[in-house]
């Protein structure tokens, strides 16, 4: 199995701008995370995903930010309009046996 | 509110000496005890995990955690460690009955040769 897959693995973008990040989880998984990794505030889950359902998005900043689950071997977390406080590190993560998670290699964001 | 405490933030060891990194938990019952391993520019990954039972559990490259439930914590520790042990450490808990992960702050491993 190739594991989680994040593309893009970086994006460039300027403020204001929409940015769309996408997720392919394990196939067999059934809860796929989103976090968000920042310095100040190290890693956030942002929403995750039980058979496809949204279970908990708290940790969503705002309605800026959304995500979606339309089948269970994709996701993506859109973020419009993009600002530069939302420059981070994203990571998509999906749920093995017995609770461990796979994360994926990260999209390293930069909005200016 | 559940959380997850690693007052260490930065740990420095000589090449070879042990190492003990600290994790402490708030949650009313025994949750789910995890550590995971980021190393720079990746994403983190499984070290070891604790659900019940024996106390002192093994996970992959040499390391250990205890659970000891009298100070909630899960204390991580190798007996000798290596240059490519360097990198930021992940204690999570996941309370029982959710798959919501909750993670600490992390503790950042340097090791000097």
């Known amino acids: 199995?190739?594991?989680?897959?994040?593309?893009?693995?970086?994006?460039?973008?300027?403020?204001?701008?929409?940015?769309?990040l996408r997720c392919k989880p394990i196939s067999g998984h059934n809860?796929?995370?989103?976090?968000?990794?920042t310095m100040m505030?190290?890693?956030?889950?942002?929403i995750y995903f039980n058979n496809n359902v949204p279970i908990d998005d708290s940790g969503m900043p705002e309605d800026r930010f959304s995500a979606k689950m339309p089948n269970a071997s994709f996701s993506t977390l859109k973020i419009q309009p993009s600002e530069p406080r939302d420059s981070a590190v994203y990571f998509c993560a999906s749920l093995g046996v017995d609770y461990e998670q796979y994360f994926g290699p990260g999209t390293r964001l930069t909005v200016t | 509110a559940q959380s997850v405490t690693?007052?260490?933030?930065?740990?420095?060891?000589?090449e070879g000496a042990s190492?003990?990194?600290?994790?402490?938990y708030s949650y009313g019952a025994t949750p789910y005890l995890f550590w995971y391993v980021q190393s720079p520019g990746q994403g983190?990954?499984?070290?070891?995990?604790?659900?019940?039972?024996d106390t002192l559990v093994q996970g992959i490259k040499g390391f250990e955690a205890e659970f000891k439930?009298?100070?909630?914590?899960?204390?991580l520790r190798k007996p000798s460690v290596h240059w490519s042990d360097a990198a930021e450490y992940f204690c999570a808990?996941?309370?029982?009955?959710?798959?919501?992960?909750?993670?600490?702050?992390?503790t950042r491993l340097k090791v000097l040769a």
């Not at chain 2, 439930?69 to 204390?75: D, G, I, K, L, M």
Request: glycine letters at 8%.
């Open chain 1, 1 to 20: 199995d190739a594991g989680v897959i994040q593309s893009p693995r970086h994006e460039v973008t300027e403020m204001g701008q929409e940015v769309t």
């Open chain 1, 31 to 37: 809860s796929l995370f989103w976090y968000r990794q």
């Open chain 1, 41 to 46: 505030r190290g890693l956030e889950l942002l």
């Open chain 2, 6 to 14: 690693q007052p260490d933030i930065h740990i420095t060891v000589s």
């Open chain 2, 19 to 24: 190492l003990e990194l600290r994790c402490n």
């Open chain 2, 44 to 53: 983190l990954q499984l070290l070891l995990k604790y659900f019940s039972g």
């Open chain 2, 69 to 75: 439930r009298s100070q909630s914590s899960f204390n």
């Open chain 2, 93 to 106: 808990v996941v309370p029982s009955g959710t798959y919501k992960y909750i993670f600490g702050t992390g």
